[in-house]
C-alpha cells in the first residue's frame, strides 16, 4: 500500500531555532499534502494544505510566516517552524493525496506517522 | 461548514465483546463520505472503513461495520469480537468535493483483557 514517511519522527530544539519538518510520499506521487497539528488528546487541526509547484493555503489563524510550507516535488514537502517558541511545541502530521486516483478521492489520502517537537 | 460531534470522549470494553463509537454530523450537501480513523498509541492515522452517502448499503470491513443513517446523518462503527489491538482513539470524518476532511474530536476506546 500507499506509503508516507516525515522525518525527523521527534525533535528537540532550543526556543528561537527553526524546524524542518519532511513529509514525502513513497511510492505515489502526490498533488496534494496536507499539514496538521495535534495537541495531547485532541483531535486534528489542519494546518495547511499544498499543491505542488504552487503556495500553500493556510488555514484561518494559521501564521504563514512562521510556518512555511513548500511542496517543490510531487513526493516531498516541507513545514518549516520558524522561531519556534514553547507554544509551538506539539505533534505535526502530514498527509497526501495520490495524484493516480481520478477525482482526487479522499480515501487516498494517506497520512504519515507524525512528527513530536519540543521546544525548550 | 460541516461539523462532525463525537459525543462518547471514552469507552471501554471487555476483550472479545462488541462496542459502538457515535458519531453525527452536519452538512446542507447529499453526496459526500465519511470515515472512521484510528490512531494507536504510535500515533499513526488508520484509516478503517469508509461510506459513501450515495450508497445505502452500510460499509463493513472484517470486525468493523458502520451503521449510516442519512436522514438523521449518523454514523456509527461498530466493532466486533473486540481485540486488545483495538485499543485506540477513533476519529470520525466527514469529506465534500475536492476539500478537506472535517475530523470529530475522537473517542479514546481501551480494550481491557
Known amino acids: 500500500g500507499a506509503v508516507v514517511s516525515q522525518h525527523p519522527s521527534w525533535v528537540i530544539c532550543k526556543s528561537g531555532t527553526s524546524v524542518k519538518i519532511e513529509c514525502r510520499s513513497l511510492?505515489?506521487?502526490?498533488?496534494?499534502m496536507f499539514w496538521y497539528r495535534q495537541f495531547p488528546k485532541q483531535s486534528l487541526m489542519l494546518m495547511a494544505t499544498?499543491?505542488?509547484?504552487?503556495?500553500?493555503?493556510?488555514e484561518q489563524g494559521v501564521e504563514k510566516d512562521k510556518f512555511l510550507i513548500n511542496h517543490a516535488s510531487l513526493t516531498l514537502s516541507t513545514l518549516t517552524v520558524t522561531s519556534a517558541h514553547p507554544e509551538d511545541s506539539s505533534f505535526y502530521i502530514c498527509?497526501?493525496?495520490?495524484?493516480?486516483?481520478?477525482?482526487?478521492?479522499?480515501?487516498?489520502?494517506?497520512f504519515g506517522p507524525g512528527t513530536r517537537l519540543t521546544v525548550l | 461548514a460541516q461539523t462532525v460531534t463525537q459525543s462518547q470522549p471514552e469507552m471501554s470494553v471487555q476483550e472479545a465483546e462488541t462496542v459502538t463509537l457515535s458519531c453525527t454530523y452536519d452538512?446542507?450537501?447529499?453526496?459526500?463520505?465519511l470515515f472512521w480513523y484510528k490512531q494507536p498509541p504510535s500515533r499513526q492515522m488508520i484509516l478503517v472503513i469508509r461510506q459513501e452517502a450515495y450508497k445505502q448499503q452500510n460499509a463493513t470491513e472484517n470486525r468493523f461495520s458502520v451503521n449510516f443513517q442519512k436522514a438523521a446523518k449518523s454514523f456509527s462503527l461498530k466493532i466486533s469480537d473486540s481485540q486488545l489491538g483495538d485499543t485506540a482513539m477513533y476519529f470520525c470524518?466527514?469529506?465534500?468535493?475536492?476539500?478537506?476532511?472535517?475530523f470529530g474530536t475522537g473517542t479514546r476506546l481501551t480494550i481491557i483483557p
Open positions: 511510492d505515489f506521487q502526490a498533488t496534494t
Open positions: 452538512t446542507s450537501e447529499s453526496n459526500y463520505y
Open positions: 499544498s499543491n505542488e509547484g504552487s503556495k500553500a493555503t493556510y
Open positions: 470524518a466527514f469529506y465534500f468535493g475536492n476539500e478537506k476532511l472535517t
Open positions: 498527509s497526501a493525496r495520490d495524484r493516480s486516483a481520478s477525482g482526487g478521492r479522499p480515501d487516498t489520502q494517506y
